[in-house]
């Protein structure tokens, strides 16, 4: 988990961040809930990693506790690859009292769910996802790639994953090289994360996706948890608004596979679980 600890945590509040920044954060959308955005990645965050993603499901208590602290807040942003149906489904946000106003985005941004509609808006696919998904087959067999990889369906992008192989890391290092010569040919940009590699249109990321979010609601302070490579860019955003005067808090759900997220959060949780209580704590220090 990189060179952070366990971040402290009382008995009677939240979990304290670790650098005075965080700790501004934290201040900021404690004193004006009512103009701070909750951001929040998916798999690895809210659901368990686990290795098939068509089972990750919402920690039991991630609902419950969304639902708690969301009428509190501008709003609560769910920022994901996945498609934002998807995440919908596997969340369990849809018709949650509480979370009336919950927005997904998901592909980076280019989806958008909203509860008040329960409607996802798009535009429209980028022509060289089709391509690569046709091709992608018979390219991982002339290359010989490694036994247990395989490839995930989703919908504006396709991902190759590599968590089943004999070596993971090393399936996932011999990958990338060609995969990204791919994505190039087709117009489309590689995106790495835990064990898998995403190929996908480029121009939108979690970074550009919570900028705008941030923005469009007018928002005075953010908290972003995430736990993978993909997640890095929303960081880097939050350090942008923060450079604007916009507080921000640094959440990773703990992961020793990306010990680079954990050196740059304010914070680092235990998890999924440790996102769960840290949602409660900040609901019920609100309250």
């Known amino acids: 988990m990189g060179s952070h600890p366990e971040s402290p945590e009382s008995t009677d509040s939240s979990p304290t961040p670790m650098t005075p920044a965080g700790r501004e954060g934290r201040d900021a959308i404690l004193a004006r809930p009512t103009r701070a955005v909750i951001a929040l990645d998916f798999d690895g965050t809210l659901a368990p990693i686990v290795a098939d993603p068509e089972q990750a499901r919402a920690h039991p208590?991630?609902?419950?506790?969304?639902?708690?602290l969301a009428p509190k807040v501008a709003s609560v942003a769910v920022i994901?690859?996945?498609?934002?149906?998807?995440?919908v489904r596997h969340g369990g946000?849809?018709?949650?009292?509480?979370?009336?106003?919950?927005?997904?985005?998901?592909?980076?941004?280019?989806?958008?769910?909203?509860?008040?509609?329960?409607?996802?808006?798009?535009?429209?696919?980028?022509?060289?996802v089709a391509a690569v998904r046709?091709?992608?087959?018979?390219?991982?067999?002339?290359?010989?790639?490694?036994?247990?990889?395989w490839i995930e369906e989703k919908g504006r992008a396709v991902?190759?994953?590599?968590?089943?192989?004999?070596?993971?890391?090393a399936a996932f290092e011999a990958l990338r090289e060609p995969l990204t010569d791919l994505a190039t040919r087709h117009g489309l940009i590689v995106e790495p994360g835990r064990m898998v590699l995403e190929l996908r249109p480029p121009g939108m990321d979690k970074g550009v996706a919570l900028l705008e979010y941030v923005r469009e609601i007018g928002a005075e302070a953010v908290l972003y948890a995430g736990d993978d490579l993909g997640d890095l860019p929303a960081f880097a955003a939050v350090d942008k608004l923060r450079s604007d005067g916009i507080p921000g808090l640094l959440v990773c759900s703990g992961s020793s596979e990306v010990a680079e997220l954990a050196d740059r959060a304010d914070l680092v949780v235990d998890g999924p679980p440790g996102v769960v209580r840290l949602l409660s704590a900040l609901a019920a220090q609100l309250d």
């Open 61 to 68: 208590d991630a609902v419950p506790a969304l639902a708690a």
């Open 80 to 87: 994901t690859g996945r498609p934002a149906g998807v995440a």
């Open 93 to 128: 946000f849809a018709g949650v009292p509480g979370l009336e106003h919950l927005v997904v985005l998901g592909h980076y941004g280019a989806e958008r769910w909203d509860a008040v509609s329960s409607t996802v808006s798009a535009p429209a696919p980028h022509p060289g």
């Open 134 to 149: 046709a091709e992608l087959p018979g390219f991982l067999d002339k290359i010989g790639a490694w036994q247990g990889t």
């Open 159 to 169: 991902a190759v994953h590599t968590r089943r192989a004999s070596d993971p890391q």
